[in-house]
DNA sequence: TTGCTCCTCACGTCACGTGAGGTGGC
DNA sequence: TTGCTCCTCACGTCACGTGAGGTGGC
């Protein structure tokens, strides 16, 4: 049984605007079937959305994002498969260099929070 | 005692371009002395960029990050404190979502590492 | 007819990249 | 003089935001 959504269906649920909907499908990312003029998005454009939105907010640009999706999409291809083992391992290298970024970060707010807190209970009557 | 660093010894500890430099510069991010024409960057000044680039590699704004590195500046005034300490967890929880995202980046790569792997341990002699 | 959702241009913005053309001291 | 590093414009690019003006069915 498919399903379609609209673009205003997916902007919502996302809580983006129409805008980037059809700015992804210009750059490849998304290929919606066209109903007269209006779009209907399917299940994998959908799953493709939540892998770009996903990839945008860790930092990657549009085009390696359209990398990526492609490459996942290669079923049973070995030359290709052998091609995208080690760009994967590079990611997977870079995003764990990422999570250390994010645990010091994390790590610094909290002793700076803990630090105004600390001021603040100290000079109640200030 | 006192150490500086030009642009260019900037540029190349933190891989990134003088052209960056300046524009962090024009954003009020970085405040280098002047010698002649010369910017002169100080401690401080470095101490801010290493934040600043932690800050875009996470994804944030230039305005966002000029308004973290000032409230980190505010040494003991109450007021200004009690302003930042929403936004301190705001961020926070933000960052700790934001490291959920990543761990699931990770562990679909991991698996589609080991899934390619196995398909090509399988298919050897293909 | 009004309201809603959709459409296609097309210009604006943010965070720089990338020359163009020039200066200053070893 | 050559080579290096620095400078100030200023236009280009990427990933959209934001109208402008219009269509189509309840």
Same sequence: chains 1, 2.
């Avoid at 609209?6 to 066209?34: M, N, Q, V």
């Avoid at 003029?37 to 930092?59: M, V």
């Avoid at 990526?68 to 080690?86: S, V």
């Avoid at 909290?110 to 600390?118: G, T």
Wanted: charge should be positive; glycine fraction near 6%.
């Amino acid at each position: 049984m498919q399903r379609f959504w609209s673009i205003g269906d997916l902007a919502r649920e996302f809580e983006i605007s129409a805008r980037t909907l059809r700015f992804y499908e210009d750059k490849g990312i998304l290929a919606p079937i066209r109903e007269g003029q209006k779009r209907k998005f399917t299940n994998r454009d959908r799953a493709r959305l939540i892998l770009a939105l996903r990839g945008k907010r860790l930092g990657f640009s549009l085009e390696e994002i359209k990398d990526m999706l492609d490459l996942y999409d290669l079923d049973g291809k070995k030359k290709q498969m052998l091609l995208a083992l080690p760009k994967f391992q590079l990611q997977l290298k870079n995003l764990v260099a990422q999570r250390s970024d994010i645990d010091g970060a994390i790590h610094d707010l909290e002793q700076n929070i803990a630090r105004v807190e600390e001021y603040l209970n100290n000079n109640e009557k200030g």
